[in-house]
């Protein structure tokens, strides 16, 4: 069992940057693919950026591709979410999720089962 914690979140005019972190426990970080996922009210969870174990593939969606970096540091057990050119869009809650299998050469939205509390961000015009 993982335990994700979110942070980072908060309020930015368009245009403008914010870094999400995301602290894990409970399983080797070092061994499973990490992503982020947002959700807007009203809409369904959205998948937005993947990367592997080995952090050698990183996946976007196209919404975000340009403008979202997600990166992560074994070491620390960290996965960083940053954010550039935000949109009035982006704005959403933001959770750190992780794959519930191990050293996948594959990352995709599917794969992702183990969820953090969410942090949000709100992006005004």
């Known amino acids: 069992q993982v335990q994700l914690v979110e942070s980072g979140g908060g309020l930015v005019q368009a245009g403008g940057s914010l870094r999400l972190s995301c602290a894990a426990s409970?399983?080797?970080?070092?061994?499973?693919?990490m992503g982020w996922f947002r959700q807007a009210p009203g809409k369904e969870r959205e998948f937005v950026a993947g990367i592997s174990w080995s952090a050698l593939s990183k996946v976007y969606a196209d919404s975000v591709k340009g403008r979202f970096t997600i990166s992560r540091d074994n070491a620390k057990n960290m996965v960083y979410l940053q954010m550039n050119s935000l949109k009035p869009e982006d704005t959403a809650v933001y959770y750190c999720a992780a794959d519930m299998g191990s050293y996948r050469g594959y990352v995709g939205p599917e794969i992702f089962g183990s969820w953090g509390q969410g942090t949000q961000v709100t992006v005004s015009s």
């Open positions: 409970g399983r080797t970080f070092s061994s499973y693919a």
